[in-house]
């Protein structure tokens, strides 16, 4: 059999990263021998099919190992948590501004109405530009799609505040 | 009356391991199957039914020897047990019982 290739490298690494220890040797022999079979009878290209959907069928409960990924997920939440509560203070900072300053001039009269639009104007954009910052890996898109969320934002800011578009929201 | 009853497909396997009495792994028992019921079987599933039916114990497994043709791994080759006897002769009886109740004419063709 020193004539056929090996079984897909990347399918045989991701099967022996989930298989149960236990039942590790049986099945990798199993499924060799049944590439080595579809080889034989079908080809390289179709036994290298046949193959991974033969390590997909394994996965199975009773036949995958306990994978921890606590580690990892901690660290990952911790991160993501950190820049997303970093977004909320910047929203709830920006908020208590016209707070502070109805407290010393007449000029902003702001309702509850009014804080509760803007906040959830301001946590959207917090969720969004953090959303942005998850999903986007590349710097030069993530600026883009940053200053695309802070537009908007500021295109709704305006509208409610001045009335650029003339929509039934806007003001006056 | 036994306390476990067979799944369609566990009966099918539990027999195959019967039949290949002793030399039968999971490559060679998917292999029967194909063969006597033109089913196709998948890795996964006989994998999972010999699983169980290890764990109930009506069958039990010894490694066999390593070929060239599986890597150099080994085979695990499964055998009935005596608790799979009694449950498969059990099954058969069951099976004979109601097979034997049929009327004779609900079997005629019209």
Known sequence: MTHFPPPPKKMVAFFRWFCKSQFLEEL??????????????????????LFTKEVLSLLRPNLIRNIQFNHLKNKIMITNHKRLFTFIFIALGLL???????????????????????????????????????????????LIFLLIVLLIFFLIWAELAVGLFGSPFAGS | MSTYHLGEFEE???????????????????????????RNVSLGAMQTVLKRLEEKQLVSSVFGEST????????????????????????????????????NIALKFC
């Open chain 2, 68 to 103: 060239e043709n599986r890597g150099g791994k080994r085979k695990r080759l499964y055998n009935i047990t005596s608790e799979g006897k009694i449950l498969i002769n059990q099954s058969k009886e069951q099976r004979n019982e109601l097979w034997n109740a049929i009327p």
């Open chain 2, 12 to 38: 099918i396997v539990l027999l195959t391991v019967a039949i290949l009495n002793g030399q039968g792994y999971g490559n060679s028992i998917i292999n029967e199957i194909e063969q006597r019921l033109k």
């Open chain 1, 96 to 142: 208590s501004v016209p707070l502070v300053a109805m407290q010393f001039t007449n000029e902003v009269n702001w309702n509850v109405a009014d804080f509760l639009v803007m906040g959830i104007l301001l946590f959207s954009t917090a969720f969004f530009c953090d959303l942005v910052l998850k999903k986007i890996k590349t710097k030069k898109y993530r």
């Open chain 1, 28 to 49: 990798e022999g199993d499924l060799t021998e049944r590439y080595y079979f579809n080889i034989d009878k079908y080809g390289n290209k179709k036994a290298n099919l």
